[in-house]
């Protein structure tokens, strides 16, 4: 199976700051790559699909990018709806999550 | 809109199998693909399985092979996932979801909570 690695685990951040978090595949994956937003509670959400598309109804905020092996989610000015958890998913090889990114208020 | 209902939560005892059920409404059910992912409390995402229900394949993580069946109902719409020779560890929400590979995982199920208890 593919292995996939987050970093951070956790987060602590401000309203207003920029945040990236990085996703890292154990082999390649060409652009398989999507990333979930995640509240207590509730179901995934899915926020970007194909490493950097970003899924309708999405704020533009949420930027995804990278191929290959080595991929990163860019919240541009986090709101405090936003304070979440975090996973990446590779679609290549059936599917495997990262373990996920808690993203905390500071 | 696809819509995916799941079944109601489960008590277990330490050895037994649980069936969960995930009926999916809106959009052409045998074309979907059906994923299996649970969630232990506290803990991360777990992809357990998918199926195809058009081709009737299904594929399941290692971790899982052996122990996991995942079957589809073509005429009723509705996925399974069956768990057996269940373990305390195994206590968990279980989520259906649909997608695809190039579109990743747009649509979920409310969840199943399964507690795996003597």
């Known amino acids: 199976d593919i292995q996939m690695t987050q970093s951070p685990s956790s987060l602590s951040a401000s309203v207003g700051d920029r945040v990236t978090i990085t996703c890292r595949a154990s082999?390649?994956?060409?652009?398989?790559l999507n990333w979930y937003q995640q509240k207590p509670g509730k179901a995934p959400k899915l926020l970007i699909y194909a490493a950097s598309s970003l899924q309708s109804g999405v704020p533009s905020r949420f930027s995804g990018s990278g191929s290959g092996t080595d991929f990163t989610l860019t919240i541009s000015s986090l709101q405090p709806e936003d304070f979440a958890t975090y996973y990446c998913?590779?679609?290549?090889?059936?599917?495997?999550f990262g373990q996920g990114t808690k993203l905390e208020i500071k | 809109q696809v819509q995916l209902v799941q079944s109601g939560a489960e008590v277990k005892k330490p050895g037994s199998s649980v069936k969960v059920s995930c009926k999916a409404s809106?959009?052409?059910?045998?074309?979907?693909?059906i994923s299996w992912v649970r969630q232990a409390p506290g803990q991360g995402l777990e992809w357990m399985g998918r199926i195809i229900p058009i081709l009737g394949i299904a594929n399941y993580a290692q971790k899982f092979q052996g122990r996991v069946t995942i079957t589809a109902d073509k005429s009723t719409s509705t996925a399974y996932m069956e768990l057996s020779s269940l373990r305390s560890e195994d206590t968990a929400v279980y989520y259906c979801?649909?997608?695809?590979?190039?579109?990743?995982?747009?649509?979920w199920g409310q969840g199943t909570l399964v507690t795996v208890s003597s």
């Open positions: 082999q390649s994956i060409s652009s398989y």
């Open positions: 979801a649909s997608g695809t590979a190039a579109a990743g995982t747009n649509y």
């Open positions: 998913q590779q679609s290549y090889s059936w599917n495997t």
């Open positions: 809106g959009g052409t059910f045998s074309s979907y693909t």
